[in-house]
């Protein structure tokens, strides 16, 4: 069993963020990385990415921190082995989770076609 060190939810309206995508399509590129990108297409792809957005904040909100920490793109929404939804990050965010002791984050995502949500708990080794 590990300490926990500290959770983080977000909840995006899914409308508002395709809106915001529509005006400035290098918003795509400057929040996903092409593997997100690439598993959020189809019908389903805004409820996808609107999740995705929410665990990218959540997770700053389990590490203590607020928007421009670290770059949206440092928090990556993978796919585990067995088929849930993990956490990879990278550059800023990395170094900030390892500087807090954070041994590992776990990472919930649901959605409806109107809202997304994303709940993320920060763990310490024990």
């Not at 609107?50 to 203590?64: D, P, Q, V």
């Not at 920490?69 to 990556?76: G, K, N, P, S, T």
């Given at each position: 069993m590990s300490d926990l060190l500290g959770v983080g939810i977000d909840l995006v309206d899914v409308g508002r963020l395709s809106s915001a995508i529509e005006r400035r399509p290098g918003l795509l590129d400057r929040v996903f990385t092409a593997a997100e990108r690439a598993t959020s297409s189809g019908a389903r792809a805004p409820e996808?990415?609107?999740?995705?957005?929410?665990?990218?904040?959540?997770?700053?909100?389990?590490?203590?921190?607020g928007l421009g920490?670290?770059?949206?793109?440092?928090?990556?929404v993978v796919t585990a082995?067995?088929?849930?939804?993990?956490?990879?990050?990278?550059?800023?965010?990395?170094?900030?989770a390892q500087a807090r002791g954070v041994a590992g984050l776990t990472v919930s995502l649901s959605h409806t076609k109107q809202l997304a949500t994303a709940v993320v708990v920060a763990q310490a080794a024990p």
């Open positions: 996808r990415l609107a999740a995705r957005f929410a665990a990218k904040e959540a997770t700053m909100k389990a590490l203590g921190v920490a670290f770059a949206l793109r440092d928090v990556e082995r067995d088929g849930r939804p993990a956490l990879a990050l990278h550059g800023a965010a990395s170094a900030l």
